[in-house]
C-alpha cells in the first residue's frame, strides 16, 4: 500500500516537471498567454488560474498583471471635463482616517473667503494602511485607490510625503486602472441627473399651472379704504372715542345739568368741526356694519 502510494507521487511529481521543462523552452510558454509586450524584454503577466509550466516572473523585467481591485496609496482626481479638481477640501477624508496620515489645507479667495477647493494635500505613504476609508467616505469621488506600488526610496522623509502634484491624477487614468467601477459610477451620475432633471421639470410644471390657475380664476375685489376694512389704529381710536363719550354721558347724569348747556354751546361754537367728524364717522361704522350684516346674510343664503 505504502510502495504504490510512494510510486503515485513521484510519477506526478516526474509529470510536472516534464510539462514544466517542456512547456518553458517553448516558442510561446504558458505563463506569456494573454500578456502585454513593452518591448526590451519588458512584459505584464496575466497569470490565469488554470496556467501549467513555470509560475515564477522574472521582476521587475516581469510583472503581473495586477487585479482591478487591488490598492495601495490614494490618489486625487482631477476632471478633465469640468477641468476642475473634484475635491473640495470637506475634509471628510481627513477624520475618518485610521493612521492620520492626510493633511488638508482649503483654498481662499482674493478676499480672504473660504472656497470649496484644496490649496494644500498631503498624504504621507509611509504611514498610510491601504484601508481605503478615504475612498469610502469621500462624497465626491475626488479620491481613489491607485495601483502604484513601486515607491521605494531612500530617504523616508520628505520623500515619502506626497503633495497635491504628485496624487494628483486625469479622470482617464483612473478609467484605466479600475473600469468596472468607474463604469458603475458613471452610470449612476447619469440616473442621478435623469431623475433631477425630471423632478426640476416637474417643478416648472406646477408653477405653470398654479399660475395659469391663478390667471384664470376671477380677481377679488378689494374694498376700498374705510369700506369693509378697519385697522387696528382706527379701531383703538373707535374705542377711545366710545370710552369718552361713556364718561361724558355718566358725568352729565351727575345733575350737572346748569353747566350742561354751557358745555353744548362750547362744543358747538369752539368744535363744531370735530363734532361733525365724529357724527360721520359713527355713520360710516353703522354702515359697514349694517354692510358686513347683508354680506354674512347672503353667505348663509348661498
Known sequence: MFGTGLLK???????HTLETFSDDRSKVPDRYRNSIELGHGRRVINQPIDQEGLLTIQYPEEKRQLPENFRYIPMLIWDTEKNEDR?????????VCPPQCIWIVRDSDANGKPVTRPAEFYIDAAVCMSCSFCVEFCPFDAIKMNHDYELAVFDRYPQLVYDMAELTV??????????????????????????????DEAKAKAAEAKAAKAAAAPATPVA??????????????RKAQERAAAKATAASGDGEASSAPAAASSVNTDGDGEVDAKKARMEELKRMAQERARQRKAEAGE
Not at 475635491?87 to 477624520?95: F, M, P, S, V
Request: aromatic share 6%; charged share 35%.
Open 9 to 15: 507521487g513521484l510519477g506526478v511529481t516526474l509529470k
Open 87 to 95: 475635491c473640495t477640501a470637506c475634509g471628510i477624508c481627513a477624520k
Open 170 to 199: 486625469p479622470l482617464e487614468y483612473y478609467a484605466a486602472l479600475w473600469p468596472v467601477q468607474y463604469g458603475e459610477e458613471q452610470e449612476k451620475r447619469r440616473k442621478d441627473e435623469e431623475v433631477k432633471k425630471a423632478q
Open 224 to 237: 376700498p379704504a374705510g369700506e369693509g376694512t378697519m385697522t387696528r389704529a382706527e379701531e383703538l381710536k
